[in-house]
């Protein structure tokens, strides 16, 4: 059974470019939930997929966007990025009905200079 | 909103001995889950153990156990006959039993965090 997996490893970007971050969720996942970690925080919940649709979002701005693929893969976008985005963004994919049993993968540090 | 929090930022233990970390919450919801997860270095998150709060008895994993205080919102983690390989960041975070709350679904609300320092 293949684990969570994320892309890149880190990347580093300039303040008002664009990324996109990469995660392959465990085998048989259909739900992905996205975090931000900033330096000695806890996770911040971001959004979460479901069956390719946003249901359910956490206190982040629009400009913070995601897909979720047939295959369960997702991509997490930001927009017009600032220095505050910088973090370690950690994808996490949970079975059907059980959504609050998440398997984390090793995460994309992201530096915004 | 829930709220999680851990007031230890740094706990430190001798190898082969017993730690507890601390972790109070705040929701108004009879029915939730709680769980602590380990960060080693290596970044990825590894779920510890979970506790349902509709059940009284405390969870437990091997040498990891909890205190489940649900009346005072209390969330503690023991770690008996401590190893080096338990040296991590501690999270402890909850989740609401509903899948679907408010007209969306939650994700986990997480703590800062608790750093064990395991002396050798």
């Known amino acids: 059974e293949t684990g969570v997996t994320q892309s890149p490893t880190h990347l580093i970007k300039t303040r008002g470019q664009q990324v996109t971050l990469r995660c392959s969720s465990q085998?048989?996942?259909?739900?992905v939930s996205w975090y931000q970690q900033a330096l000695g925080q806890g996770p911040q919940f971001i959004f979460q997929y479901y069956r390719e649709e946003e249901n359910g979002r956490g206190n982040f701005p629009p400009r913070f966007s995601g897909l979720q693929f047939p295959n369960y893969s997702s991509e997490l976008n930001v927009n017009a990025l600032e220095l505050d985005d910088s973090a370690l963004y950690l994808c996490?994919?949970?079975?059907?009905?059980?959504?609050?049993?998440?398997?984390f993968g090793p995460g994309t540090r992201l530096t915004v200079t | 909103a829930q709220t999680v929090t851990q007031s230890q930022p740094e706990m430190s233990v001798q190898e082969a001995e017993t730690v507890t970390l601390s972790c109070t919450y705040d929701t108004s919801e009879s029915d939730y889950y709680l769980f602590w997860y380990k960060q080693p270095p290596s970044r990825q998150m590894i779920l510890v153990i979970r506790q349902e709060a509709y059940k009284q008895q405390n969870a437990t994993e091997n040498r990891f156990s909890v205190n489940f205080q649900k009346a005072a919102k209390s969330f503690s983690l023991k770690i008996s006959d401590s190893q080096l390989g338990d040296a991590a960041m501690y999270f402890c975070?909850?989740?609401?039993?509903?899948?679907?709350?408010?007209?969306?679904?939650?994700?986990?609300?997480f703590g800062k965090g608790t750093h064990l320092i395991i002396q050798p």
């Open positions: 975070a909850y989740r609401t039993f509903l899948e679907y709350s408010g007209g969306g679904a939650d994700g986990l609300t």
């Open positions: 996490a994919s949970s079975l059907p009905g059980i959504a609050h049993e998440q398997y």
């Open positions: 085998s048989g996942h259909n739900t």
